[in-house]
């Protein structure tokens, strides 16, 4: 991870550890407004293709843009943490790991959370995986389900 964008990979930790702890912890380790000045700072370098932002393809730009704009949308309103749901935490959670990825060029490294089902159970449970691992997982899935239609064709 590059220099410039630890303080976005710390935000994003912290609002993960956030995510299930008591709102005294999730109040003073996620500030909003960093995030919010941050996210404005690289729009600013977006939109003036200036630094690191000037290699960057027009559908990348664009998809920062809009992937910002909805984080903000999210985080409008909000003071805290606390006022964020669950839901919400995982989705700013995971556009943090987004931008960081688009931005740094490491692109399928970004971490992906999502609360699943555990078999069994209907307790939902936070699973985090890289976006490879997500890629690998649905193509070894797919791969799965077409050797068992072939096998149970026959």
């Given at each position: ?122 307790r939902l449970t936070r699973v985090c995986r890289t976006a490879a691992e997500e890629a690998r997982m649905k193509e070894e899935a797919r791969r799965r389900m077409l050797e068992g ?6």
């Open positions: 991870m590059r220099k410039l964008f630890k303080p976005m990979a710390t935000m994003a930790l912290a609002l993960f550890l956030t995510a299930t702890a008591p709102s005294a912890f999730a109040a003073k380790a996620l500030d909003l407004d960093s995030i919010r000045t941050q996210q404005a700072e690289i729009r600013q370098g977006i939109e003036a293709r200036t630094g690191r932002y000037a290699s960057l393809s027009a559908d990348k730009r664009t998809a920062l843009l809009v992937k910002q704009t909805n984080l903000l949308k999210t985080l409008e309103g909000k003071t805290t943490a606390d006022d964020l749901s669950e839901h919400q935490r995982v989705e700013v959670f995971n556009t943090l790991e987004w931008i960081e990825a688009a931005i740094n060029g490491t692109e399928g490294e970004e971490l992906i959370c999502r609360r699943e089902k555990t078999i069994g159970s209907t239609s072939i096998d149970g064709s026959r």
